[in-house]
């Protein structure tokens, strides 16, 4: 008997724009740049095709890389994917949906339309997936580990993506 799926995700906010966010996801190579210590390399192993979609990315810390197929590209909306090789699971996909934000408050994350005077526009980043772990049972660990991973990711993505300071710019806040 296997298990099924464990879904994970993460809600996190940005300033930058839904299309600043789409774009430092989209493309591999800009991944080391953005992602962490968990990426220290990234590139196309295969191109994706016109649409965004297609392409096979390859990122990750030698020796740990993992490939990644993109099978949703709907820019600047929404980026799917899903794990080829490199984890200890199978069947892992995830979908980011980038959503622009009428008023965000560092404070506060989103806000009600016409509440804060000094809120800015802003982004709400939700990273979500689900995958099934090779090892029975370890499906609860399975759920954390990638769970925070994801959430690292968006917060380093949502960081990335807002404005140079004296642009509004605030810290990025987790979603609630």
């Not at 699971?89 to 000094?118: C, H, K, L, M």
């Amino acid at each position: 008997m296997t298990a099924g799926p464990h879904a994970f995700g993460t809600r996190v906010f940005t300033t930058g724009t839904p299309e600043t966010v789409y774009r430092l996801l989209a493309e591999a190579t800009s991944w080391k740049d953005w992602a962490g210590p968990l990426v220290t390399r990234a590139r196309w192993e295969v191109e994706p095709d016109d649409s965004g979609a297609g392409g096979i990315r390859r990122l990750g810390r030698p020796p740990f890389m993992v490939r990644e197929e993109i099978t949703a590209a709907h820019p600047p909306h929404h980026h799917g994917y899903r794990l080829l090789s490199g984890q200890p699971v199978r069947s892992y996909r995830a979908e980011v949906q980038i959503s622009p934000v009428a008023g965000f408050r560092a404070d506060a994350g989103p806000s009600s339309p016409g509440t804060a005077a000094d809120a800015d526009p802003g982004t709400l980043i939700e990273w979500t997936g689900t995958a099934v772990p090779l090892v029975p049972g370890t499906g609860p660990l399975v759920r954390l580990l990638l769970g925070r991973m994801v959430h690292g990711f968006a917060m380093r993505l949502a960081a990335a993506a807002q404005p140079p300071e004296g642009h509004s710019a605030r810290r990025p806040r987790r979603g609630r």
